[in-house]
């Protein structure tokens, strides 16, 4: 009896405590995700807004006089390097380039002033490196297109040799991202680029035009920006805090993971918390929050204290059980008591029964002997007395 007590108890401590881990796991669940998507939606808006700051950059360069040479080149890095700390300490804008929109009408004034003429670009080929033989070309023949984009500042100034050169057409993912800014004046981004340092971003700013009659705009800025610009804003120990990882893709073509704070052993039992799919530059990305769901049954333990309930329910347990064997243990001693006591009634009871018996059989014994005797006298009194015999005429016949 008292096992299946202390089963009973042990049954009802775990359904309370399943109840409760239940709906702490689901008061967790819910605050993370509330948080994660604040911080990923946090995050987004920072992402965009420096990509937007671009078009802050490509100002500067707006109504040059001299088109040619429109900055000195140290204030041209002067201007990179402080636009590229998004007010951090860390440059993070691995190359800025400057084209100018030439039409062709102002081909000869603009190569008169640049001291040399305006050179295509070699197609391209990963499999050569890019020194100045294997990327530039032969000057532009004269008449060639109605309008030209020479790169007229370099950063960094190494790259100085590709100056007067038109790579806007090189690359056709990056010659769709500059028309693009063409058309609707926002930065466009080509697919991110896997460099020796990580992941980049190239993108692409048009220019406003000074002058409307003659161009629609001035040029394009191309910035490629570290990931780390962007991915910055993730890698953050409020973020990262209780086990939270953080991925960053590119969805535009094919998913590219270009940030991830996933360990090298990928979790199997990965929950996803929050998750946004934005644009970015023309371009399609994910951002999403994640976590293993046997750390989140931890953190609900360590919240919920199991320990607590199975002591307090075993202890509980105990208790009841050990009052029940001593209720069981006083109520057979009570009915083995009322037992014995209705025995002891019972047989007082029979013997005195059988004392009545016994005493009345005996005068009923005595009753009956002495009516026999009495019947026996009588019979013999009428055997003696021989009655007289009657004579009877015989005539009466």
């Given at each position: 009896?008292?096992?299946?007590?202390?089963?009973?108890?042990m049954v009802?401590?775990w359904?309370?405590l399943?109840?409760?881990?239940?709906q702490?796991?689901?008061?967790?669940?819910t605050?993370e995700?509330h948080?994660?998507n604040?911080?990923?939606?946090?995050?987004?808006?920072?992402m965009?807004?420096r990509?937007?700051?671009?078009?802050t950059?490509?100002?500067?360069?707006?109504?040059?006089?001299?088109?040619?040479?429109?900055?000195?080149?140290?204030?041209?890095?002067?201007?990179v390097?402080?636009?590229g700390?998004?007010?951090?300490?860390t440059?993070?804008?691995?190359?800025c380039?400057?084209a100018?929109w030439?039409?062709?009408?102002?081909?000869?004034t603009?190569?008169?002033?640049?001291g040399?003429?305006?050179?295509?670009a070699?197609?391209?080929?990963?499999?050569?490196?890019?020194?100045p033989?294997?990327?530039?070309?032969d000057?532009?023949p004269?008449?060639?297109?109605?309008?030209?984009?020479?790169?007229v500042?370099?950063y960094p100034t190494?790259?100085s040799?590709a100056?007067f050169?038109d790579?806007?057409q090189?690359?056709?993912?990056?010659?769709?991202a500059i028309?693009?800014?063409?058309?609707?004046?926002?930065?466009a981004?080509?697919?991110?680029?896997?460099?020796?340092?990580?992941?980049?971003?190239p993108?692409?700013?048009?220019?406003?035009?000074?002058?409307?009659?003659?161009?629609?705009?001035?040029?394009?800025?191309?910035?490629?920006i570290s990931?780390?610009?962007?991915s910055?804003?993730?890698d953050s120990d409020?973020?990262?805090?209780g086990?939270v990882?953080v991925?960053?893709?590119d969805?535009t073509?094919?998913?590219?993971?270009l940030?991830?704070?996933?360990?090298d052993?990928r979790?199997?039992?990965?929950?996803?918390?929050?998750s946004?799919t934005?644009?970015?530059?023309?371009?399609?990305?994910?951002?999403?929050?994640?976590m293993?769901?046997?750390?989140m049954?931890?953190?609900?333990e360590?919240?919920?204290?199991?320990?607590?309930?199975w002591?307090?329910g075993?202890?509980?347990g105990?208790?009841?059980?050990?009052?029940v064997?001593?209720?069981v243990?006083?109520?057979?001693?009570?009915?083995?008591?009322?037992?014995?006591?209705?025995?002891?009634?019972?047989?007082e009871?029979t013997?005195?029964?059988?004392l009545?018996l016994?005493?009345?059989?005996?005068?009923?014994?005595?009753?009956c002997c002495?009516?026999?005797?009495c019947s026996?006298?009588?019979?013999?009194?009428?055997v003696?007395?021989?009655?007289?015999?009657?004579?009877r005429?015989?005539?009466?016949?």
């Amino acid at each position: 009896m008292a096992i299946c007590v202390l089963g009973v108890a042990m049954v009802i401590t775990w359904t309370v405590l399943d109840a409760a881990l239940t709906q702490e796991r689901d008061f967790f669940l819910t605050e993370e995700q509330h948080r994660l998507n604040s911080v990923i939606a946090s995050g987004v808006d920072q992402m965009q807004g420096r990509v937007a700051a671009l078009s802050t950059l490509a100002n500067v360069f707006s109504g040059r006089a001299n088109r040619s040479h429109p900055l000195p080149a140290t204030k041209h890095v002067s201007i990179v390097e402080s636009f590229g700390k998004f007010g951090g300490s860390t440059n993070l804008l691995q190359q800025c380039s400057v084209a100018m929109w030439v039409t062709d009408s102002e081909r000869a004034t603009f190569e008169a002033s640049a001291g040399q003429g305006i050179r295509q670009a070699r197609p391209m080929n990963a499999s050569l490196p890019p020194t100045p033989a294997n990327v530039l070309g032969d000057v532009f023949p004269a008449n060639a297109q109605s309008y030209y984009l020479p790169m007229v500042l370099t950063y960094p100034t190494r790259l100085s040799w590709a100056l007067f050169g038109d790579f806007s057409q090189r690359s056709l993912d990056r010659a769709i991202a500059i028309n693009r800014t063409f058309e609707t004046g926002q930065p466009a981004a080509a697919a991110p680029l896997l460099t020796p340092s990580g992941w980049s971003v190239p993108l692409h700013q048009a220019i406003l035009s000074s002058d409307d009659a003659g161009r629609p705009w001035d040029g394009f800025v191309g910035a490629t920006i570290s990931l780390d610009a962007f991915s910055v804003v993730f890698d953050s120990d409020t973020l990262l805090t209780g086990g939270v990882y953080v991925t960053l893709v590119d969805a535009t073509a094919d998913s590219r993971t270009l940030f991830s704070t996933l360990p090298d052993s990928r979790p199997d039992d990965l929950v996803t918390l929050a998750s946004q799919t934005f644009m970015l530059a023309e371009r399609v990305w994910v951002a999403s929050a994640c976590m293993s769901s046997q750390y989140m049954d931890d953190v609900v333990e360590d919240s919920v204290h199991p320990s607590v309930y199975w002591h307090t329910g075993g202890a509980i347990g105990v208790g009841v059980a050990a009052l029940v064997v001593i209720l069981v243990t006083q109520t057979r001693s009570r009915v083995a008591a009322q037992v014995a006591t209705q025995r002891a009634k019972a047989s007082e009871q029979t013997h005195a029964t059988m004392l009545q018996l016994m005493n009345h059989g005996m005068v009923f014994f005595l009753c009956c002997c002495f009516r026999f005797l009495c019947s026996v006298r009588t019979d013999c009194w009428c055997v003696n007395r021989t009655p007289k015999s009657v004579d009877r005429d015989p005539g009466h016949h």
